[in-house]
DNA sequence: GTCTATAATTAGATAGAC
DNA sequence: GTCTATCTAATTATAGAC
C-alpha cells in the first residue's frame, strides 16, 4: 500500500481524484435527468428553460449541454430514462397479483399499469404535451416507446375480444380509453387537488384501479 | 338618403368610417382568439409565443397588447370563448339524442360529450397542459369553468349510484376515468395517426362514442 | 468536469407615426 | 386601430479559465 502510494505516488492521488471526479459527473448527470423530468412535465419542452432545470439539479445552465449535447439530447435521455423506470415499476406491481386465466391476466395487467401511471406521473404529462402535435420528437417517441406498448395491448385485446372474454370494442378505442382512464386522475393531480380530492392516496388509487377493471372486464363475467 | 349625405357629409363618411374601422378591430380580436386557441393547445401557455398568434391571425404582435391587456388576458379570454363553445356544442348533439328515463339520459349525455370533445380537441389540450402544475391560471380555470361541471357530473353520478342504476364506483374515480376515456384519442390525434389510425374520423367517434356508453353504464342493464 | 462570462436569438411589451 | 421600430429581459449555446 505505502509502496503503492511511493512507487507511483502522483498516479495513485490522480486515479482516485479521476474516480471522484467520475462519480461527481455521474451523479451530476442523474440530477439533471430527474430534474429535466419535472421541468419538462410542467412547462412541456418549449416552457422548460434549461437554466430552471441546472437550478432544481444544483448545477449551473452550462453543464446541459456538457453532459448532453442539446436540450433536445436532453429531453430524450429524460424520456428514455422514464420509460426504462415504467416497464420496472409495472413488473413490480405485477409481481404483487399472480393470475390464473387470461382475464385474471390482464386484470392484473390493469391493476399493475393504473398503479404504475399513478407513481409515474410526469411519464403521461409529457406524453400528452408531446402528442397534441406533429413534430421530430413526438415521431421519435411514438417509434422508440409508444408504438412497441401500443402493439402488445391492442393484441392482447384482440385475442380476448375474439375469445369472448371482453365486450366486443374496437382495439384502438380501447387503447385511448383505458390509457385516457387511467392516466388523467394522475396528470390532472394538482387538479384534483384544488377539486377538493387528493388522488394521489393509496385508497383513491386502488378505488380507481378496481373501478377500472370492472369497467373494461365487468365485475365478473 | 341623398339629403343625409348632403345635410352632413363629413359626420356621415365619418360614421361609416367608424362602422368599417370597427368591424375590423372585431375580426383582429375573433383572429387573435382563434389563433391563440390553436397556439396554446400545441405549445403550452410559456410555449406559445405572441409573434406566432399574430402571425396565424394575419395581423402584428402589438395587436395582442392593444386588444387584449397581455399575453395572460388573451389567454383567458381564448378559454372564456373555448369553454362557451363546449356548451353549445354538447347541446347541439344533446338535441338529436331524446332520452326517457335517467340510464338513457346519462348515456345521451356521454355521446354528447364525447362528440363535443371531439370537436373541440383544443379545449382538454389546454386543460391537461394547465392542470399539470398548480398556478394562478389553474386556480382560474378551475373556478370558472371545471368545478362547476364537475359537481354537476358528481351529482348526476352520486344520484344513480344510490338508485343502483350505475356501477359501484367513486363519483371522483368515475369523474376522471370518464373525462380521460372520452378525451385521450382525441387530445393525442397526431399521436393516433402516427400509430395508423384517425381518430378524427367520424367512425371512429362514433364507435368511441358507443363504447363509452357500453363501458360506464353497461350494455343493457 | 465545473465554473464565470458572454455571444446570438428571441421573448413580451411599449412608443409614436399615420 | 394598425403599423414600424425598439426597449428590456430571458432564452440556448459557446469560450475559456481553473
Chains 1, 2 share one sequence.
Do not use: C
Not at 397479483?97 to 390482464?106: T, Y
Not at 411514438?142 to 369472448?164: C, I, M, N, S, Y
Amino acid at each position: 500500500m505505502s509502496s503503492t502510494t511511493t512507487t507511483r505516488p502522483a498516479t495513485s492521488t490522480g486515479a482516485t481524484a479521476n474516480r471522484r471526479r467520475q462519480a461527481r459527473a455521474t451523479a451530476t448527470r442523474t440530477a439533471l435527468l430527474d430534474a429535466a423530468l419535472v421541468e419538462f412535465a410542467a412547462h412541456g419542452f418549449e416552457g422548460a428553460s434549461t437554466r430552471a432545470i441546472a437550478e432544481r439539479a444544483g448545477t449551473h445552465q452550462p453543464q446541459i449541454n456538457y453532459h448532453f449535447d442539446s436540450k433536445e439530447a436532453l429531453w430524450r435521455a429524460a424520456v428514455d430514462h422514464l420509460f426504462a423506470r415504467l416497464d420496472v415499476t409495472v413488473r413490480r406491481h405485477l409481481d404483487a397479483l399472480p393470475a390464473n386465466n387470461d382475464r385474471e391476466r390482464l386484470a392484473s395487467e390493469i391493476r399493475a399499469f393504473t398503479r404504475a401511471v399513478a407513481e409515474l406521473p410526469e411519464l403521461n404529462r409529457i406524453m400528452v404535451q408531446e402528442a397534441t402535435i406533429d413534430s421530430d420528437r413526438l415521431r421519435w417517441i411514438v417509434e422508440q416507446h409508444t408504438r412497441p406498448r401500443f402493439e402488445r395491448l391492442t393484441a392482447t385485446w384482440r385475442r380476448l375480444r375474439r375469445a369472448g372474454t371482453v365486450p366486443d370494442i374496437d382495439e384502438v378505442v380501447l387503447y385511448y380509453s383505458l390509457v385516457g382512464a387511467a392516466s388523467l386522475a394522475y396528470v390532472n393531480a394538482p387538479e384534483a387537488r384544488l377539486l377538493s380530492h387528493d388522488t394521489m392516496s393509496k385508497s383513491f388509487i386502488d378505488a380507481h384501479a378496481d373501478a377500472l377493471v370492472i369497467l373494461f372486464l365487468g365485475s365478473d363475467r
